[in-house]
């Protein structure tokens, strides 16, 4: 059985200095080299431990979730549970904060932090001041010194209009809702409108009557956006409907079965996040399934390099997700 006292033999260098590095020991200072050839030196002589994950004190969990309907906020709150039971897993310790506690709460002595929901750029100036060991969700706001895991919506989007288009669909549209700029507050597009947009030019489908943006991903604005759409288009109605998330679709199918639209006869659903009640809604939604195990994980993976392996270059990792056909096409 391969030792640590081998590997420091092999590599001139103390028996301390394998051990503290093949534990992930924060406190000791080597060259990027060393704790390289440290592990690979282990991995070629086979050398095995039981794997312990190391203690990692203070990580700020950073929740900028909205406040709203409840139906609204599944999809963070899932990501904020499983982060927190994840980290239990990796022995890792959580500090919470939300966001009426407000960003100045955050201790400038913690060791890292997850960051779900959106933050404005005073609130990442704060943190850029604290730490460079910080892992977004699903946002991206300074990828130069952040990581950040996403869920590959862009080609999400693109692969609903590339079924629809394969089912025969020549009228698509969308239902959707703004980014914001960080600093003004202004809205901009969203990833999920620019990728419809391009993919829908790409076949030459692309009808501006026919994309449809909320001024939020709620349930209340997305059945708005439906009586708006039935309102203005009636006979010039689309034949399917991208839909940038499960809220916004939920909302806009109540719009149209209260209006006796045959769904999916008339016009079909194809949303993205696949929260738990989209499968009981009527018609059952059709939608892209997110990992949120995934999606969580690699974000741990990513800060525990960071604190750890003491990782200078940032990271985007894109979670990509998969469809899930029920009824609504």
Known sequence: MATVKQIAELLGIS??????VLNHDPKISVSEQTRAAIFKT?????????KVNPKIENIALLYW???????????????LNEIIDQAKNRNMSLVRYEKRDGIGAVKADMTGFIAIGWFDMEEIEYLKRITRKGVFINTRPDESLFDSVQANQDSMVRQI???FVLKGH???????GPDYEMVTHKPLMDIREWSFRQTMAYYKLLKEEHVFIAE???VKEGYRIGVDAINKLQEEMPTAFCVADDALAIGALQAFNERQWEIPGRVSFFSINDIGIAQYVSPPLTTFRIDISILCSSAL???MERVLRNRETTKTVYINGTPIFRKSC
């Open 42 to 50: 282990a991995e070629e002589i086979g050398y095995t431990k039981k």
């Open 216 to 218: 939020g991903f709620t």
């Open 15 to 20: 028996n301390a200095t394998v051990s503290r």
């Open 301 to 303: 993976d990513l800060l």
């Open 161 to 163: 209009v590339d079924y």
């Open 170 to 176: 020549k009228s698509i549209g969308f239902i959707g």
């Open 65 to 79: 979730g909205e406040e709203g309907e409840e139906l609204d906020n599944i999809f963070n709150e899932s990501i």
